[in-house]
């Protein structure tokens, strides 16, 4: 599967807005705006639809239809999920991500990666892995600007 999802022609940069938690996650616009610059930059950018409160991939396609969405509609299961987690991780050309359990997935295979940090203590959960980088939102949840980064 991950495989599929890589292409035959470019490593896609994976991106995700949000979490299970409430308070980590971009807005659909946030994404959306994104997602639109690193398209324009070159990147092909697949988006990992997951559980939890971030942007609805209706909201996405409609916004950013170049976007390449990917989540439950594979109907796999929680294991398998986590298994195609990881094989985009190692064959990703980066992530864009809210901090949390995938950036901390993504260093373990030393994907070069953009953490965007809401408010959290950096200096206690900043992913282990010299290829990533973190931004610090000034305020936190749906109120954070990522262009204020």
Not at 35 to 57: E, F, H, K, Q
Not at 89 to 117: Q, R, S
Request: aromatic share 4%; net charge neutral; proline share 6%.
């Amino acid at each position: 599967m991950a495989r599929q999802l890589r292409g035959a022609d470019q490593r896609p940069l994976i991106l995700l807005g949000g979490n299970a938690k409430g308070n980590k996650f971009m807005s659909d616009a946030q994404v959306a705006a994104v997602a639109g610059n690193l398209i324009d930059a070159g990147c092909r950018v697949l988006y990992l639809v997951t559980p939890g409160s971030g942007p609805s991939p209706q909201t996405l396609a409609a916004k950013e239809p170049r976007l390449q969405l990917v989540g439950p509609e594979l109907g796999l299961d929680a294991e398998a999920f986590s298994d195609l987690l990881l094989a985009l991780g190692e064959m990703a050309a980066a992530y864009v991500g809210m901090e949390g359990g995938l950036g901390h997935l993504f260093a373990t295979v030393m994907t070069p990666a953009v953490i965007i940090n809401n408010g959290a203590n950096m200096e206690r959960w900043r992913p282990l892995s010299n290829t990533v980088e973190v931004v610090t939102a000034p305020r936190r949840g749906r109120s954070a600007k990522v262009s204020d980064t």
